[in-house]
């Protein structure tokens, strides 16, 4: 079996990162599949505080500090060889992918694929929708539910998993950037580090505007780097 060694310099200039691997050198085992960079999208209005009565389509936008991290995020990303830029259909999402793509100059800018969306909520037994309080206290407990016509944190998961699946075919031993939400981010960096689902959020809710790092290879998937955040 093919052990590549693979180095990441983690600490730059105007970059924060929080709750990364320090001082750990990854040994990857197998041939490297997919290097991904993994983002959460950058601040919305809808992260800060708000009146009550803004419309949603405007709290699906990037606030001047978030226009700013997607900025930041795309400087630091222009030289890591990024061959496509996916992101969750929702505004801020591709607000951050579109400002990723136009600074690193990829001619093909940004996809949007369903599978990185946040999960879908869903109704509680009451019939009322769920809130993210119930979600977290449904974890707290262990468990991960589906709510009624929503999703579990596993099932967002799944789809996530098999379009990065998919990529490896379509972009094989290249890097990409994904844009997606705080809980698609958990899954996914909690699959890697095979934490139980049910501890995903709170050990990998990494901040807006930040990057992380993986590696899927053959033989598994290797977290570089996790919530780095980037300043101009």
Known sequence: MKILLVIFLVFVNGCHSRNIHEDIVPVIHGKVLLRVYLVR????????VHVPWTPEKELDTLTVEGQRQAVAIG?????????????????????????????????????????????????????NQISWAWREKQWALGQDPRPEGGESLSDGEIRAKGALNKLTESFPGNAVVIVSHGDICA???????????????????????????????????????EGRQLFE
Do not use: C
């Open 187 to 225: 899954a996914l960096l909690g699959y890697a580090e095979n934490i139980p689902m049910s501890k995903r959020y709170a050990r990998h809710n990494v901040p807006t505007g930040s990057v992380s790092v993986f590696i899927m290879t053959h033989t598994g998937w290797y977290v570089i780097e």
């Open 75 to 127: 400087k630091f990303l222009k030289d890591k060889g990024i061959v496509a830029i996916l992101s969750s259909p929702a505004g801020r999402t591709s607000e951050t992918a579109k400002a990723i793509g136009q600074v690193i100059g990829l001619k093909e800018g940004y996809e949007v694929d369903p599978a990185f969306t946040s999960l879908r909520g869903g109704k509680g037994q009451d019939g």
């Open 41 to 48: 999208h950058a601040e919305a209005k809808k992260n800060v």
